[in-house]
């Protein structure tokens, strides 16, 4: 009985609130997946301008051609719902619709084509209907600049239609560059003599103009996937004009003149075709064809006051296909083998006249097979593949084969979803671009003729890769990152003596390694509930050549944004220090200017309008500085362009739906064409 009294007596307390707040990022041995909040969809206009509002720690985007890259400057692979999208295709998304991005590293899923490092873009699909998008973008204190857009989508049922239609055109007078060129030659006794000839621009206008077509079909269903898209791009620079004053020193201190004028124009036809079965007893298979076809007329003119012209024209036919083909079996749970087998060709008809009079058959062919196995569990997961390639080039009657194995492991931990842990080796070869083995011999100035080098062979590379990647709550996350490369007995431009010594001819060859070694971190922070978001990226570089082009150089380079949402308003600072680089296959250092901005813009469900001020505290239209060594030739070019000058962009996107049950996302955009094998 005083038990049952003293239980009557307990009065009710206030408990406190309690808060249950989602998880927006997660690691896994598989990928690391994050949840945009809505605030950062709402201000985003395209996918690319989504990832830069979320400021994934695992990749950077290029501030000036919107390329995504990660931490060791290597491209991503951009996928949505597991289809491979170009960077047209994702202008069109509507990211109020995006559920989750993905970020995976070497991806065993044959639908990511073998790629390394994969951003899949997880939308909501919906049951039928569509909707329009139109994107304008316009650039202010540059000249004109204009891209614009439409994208438009439907569906019923299983199947999704979207077309893609495009419009980019601009026209400026600041392209171009200063060019100061060190020969080492011999005069006509055979006696050693340094010429410093020096192009000073004094003006130039340049007018591009691109018309995309895009029209694309999809088949989905629980176990078959289907796409075929097809492209049509007209592509011309009608106009590319240069000149400027003429100098050289010591041998003649008289001043000339010098033009320059490049117009050209394009065709491009493309059929991109995917196909994906989810066959009995847990296989699967993937097949992609893939066909490009670019005809190409392309003119230089280069006028000296104390020279003859060179005329250089050229017409050209280029051609590529490919066909990938992936058979996969999961067994049980955690164990799945693939074999793949992929081939195609490279071919290109070009026609020189002019000045000179070639006509070139080029064709390289390449086929492979390879084998692969992947082990996961609930914290491991680990890969290993290896294969053979064999690739054939046939430059103009000229031959060259070469047979080499590649290697591929990989390997994550993932003790909990705060947590993930990397590493990655790659063994693999690395093929020459067609327009670097080309037979042809042309002259660029007076004193510098270009060819390329049909022996060129393939150099061999080691890829390692080790990233940690830390997130212990939604309001922070953290990679530390280490990346190395070395390519072996790489190709490099070199300088040789030419026209009996009196110039110089620029050609291709094998020799030394190149190594490259990034070291660094990116950190991410958001406050007052997300509101304010922070990131900053600082990394460390390290480049070594050996060979003929023996240098070392170790630049530091820093990434900061900060973003702040305000209602239906955002604003964002962005700030990265120069660009520097080392090529590999080029006797060069690359150094750009800064890049910074400041955005303002204002979003709601249909409309996106933002105002961006880049580059307001930089003077000037000079965008890069690159410096070329060699024994017999040294060069400073300044690159003249409007990159990096200050300008004012403004954009706008709006989206209208209709039907029922709209399905977006995989939006179409401009196909590319086939490679060109004209020498630049």
């Not at 195609?344 to 084998?371: K, Q």
Request: proline share 3%; with cysteine; charged share 20%.
């Amino acid at each position: 009985m005083a038990q049952t009294e003293a239980s009557d007596s307990i009065t009710t307390s206030e408990l406190d609130e309690l808060v249950v707040e989602a998880q927006m990022q997660s690691a896994t041995p598989a990928s690391t997946t994050y949840t945009p909040t809505g605030r950062q969809k709402n201000a985003s206009q395209n996918a690319i301008d989504l990832l830069r509002q979320m400021a994934i720690t695992q990749i950077k985007i290029d501030p000036v051609n919107e390329v995504v890259k990660d931490n060791a400057g290597s491209e991503v692979a951009i996928f949505i719902n597991y289809l491979a999208a170009s960077r047209e295709e994702m202008e069109g998304l509507r990211t109020q619709d995006v559920k989750r991005v993905d970020y995976l590293e070497f991806p065993t899923d044959p639908r990511f084509r073998g790629a390394q490092r994969v951003i899949n873009i997880i939308v909501q699909e919906y049951a039928y209907g569509g909707y329009t998008k139109l994107t304008t973008n316009e650039n202010v204190l540059t000249g004109f600049s204009s891209r614009n857009n439409i994208f438009s989508k439907f569906s019923y049922k299983k199947m999704t239609y979207d077309l893609y239609v495009g419009a980019n055109n601009s026209n400026n007078h600041h392209m171009g560059s200063n060019v100061a060129g060190h020969y080492s030659l011999k005069d006509a006794d055979g006696r050693d003599y340094d010429l410093i000839r020096t192009e000073t621009l004094g003006g130039s206008h340049y007018k591009q103009n691109e018309y995309p077509v895009t029209i694309r079909a999809t088949y989905a269903s629980e176990k078959i996937q289907i796409r075929n898209t097809l492209g049509y791009t007209h592509s011309s620079i009608p106009v590319y004009d240069q000149q400027g004053a003429l100098t050289y020193l010591p041998r003649d201190a008289q001043n000339y003149t010098y033009s320059r004028s490049n117009p050209n124009r394009s065709n491009s036809l493309s059929y991109q075709g995917s196909f994906f079965f989810s066959l009995p007893k847990q296989f699967s298979i993937d097949f992609s064809p893939r066909f490009d076809y670019t005809h190409s007329n392309d003119y230089l003119t280069y006028s000296a006051s104390n020279a003859p012209e060179i005329v250089r024209n050229a017409r050209e036919n280029a051609y590529y296909y490919r066909v990938d083909a992936n058979l996969r079996k999961r067994i049980g749970r955690q164990h799945s083998v693939m074999l793949g087998i992929n081939g195609g060709a490279y071919v290109n008809r070009l026609n020189y006249s002019g000045s000179v009079s070639y006509y070139d058959r080029f064709h390289n062919t390449f086929v492979s097979g390879i084998l692969g196995y992947n082990f996961q569990s609930q914290n491991v997961r680990v890969y290993a593949d290896a294969g053979v390639c064999r690739e054939e080039s046939d430059i103009n009657g000229i031959t060259n084969s070469d047979i080499y194995p590649f290697v591929h492991l990989s390997g994550q931990y993932s003790p909990n979803s705060r947590n993930s842990l990397s590493a990655f080796f790659q063994f693999a070869a690395s093929s020459p671009e067609i327009n670097e083995k080309v037979s042809d011999v042309l002259q660029d100035n007076e004193y510098m003729y270009v060819t390329g080098n049909p022996l060129l062979e393939n150099c061999r590379h080691i890829t390692l890769n080790l990233s940690y990647t830390w997130m212990p709550s939604n309001s922070f996350s953290l990679s530390a990152f280490n990346n190395f490369f070395e390519m072996i007995d790489r190709q490099i431009l070199t300088y040789n003596q030419f026209n009996g010594d009196s110039a110089l001819i620029r050609t291709y060859i094998n020799d030394g390694n190149y190594i490259h070694d990034d070291l660094g971190v990116a950190a991410n922070c958001k406050f007052f509930d997300g509101k304010l978001q922070l990131y900053v990226s600082p990394t460390q570089s390290f480049y070594r050549s050996t060979g003929v082009y023996d240098k070392s150089y170790n630049p530091l380079k820093v990434w900061a944004q900060a973003t702040y949402y305000l209602n239906n308003f955002y604003f964002q600072a962005y700030y990265q220090t120069p660009d520097k680089l080392m090529f590999s296959s080029e006797p060069q250092i690359y150094k750009s200017r800064n890049y910074h901005s400041l955005t303002v813009g204002w979003s709601n469900s249909d409309w996106n309008i933002r105002i961006m001020a880049a580059n307001f505290f930089n003077k000037g239209w000079k965008g890069a500085d690159i410096i070329t060594a060699t024994p017999l030739y040294t060069e400073y070019r300044e690159n003249i362009g409007t990159s990096y000058h200050p300008r004012i962009n403004v954009t706008a996107t709006y989206t209208f739906s209709y039907g029922k049950k709209v399905q977006r996302g995989n939006e179409v955009g401009q196909q590319s064409g086939a490679s060109s094998a004209i020498l630049k």
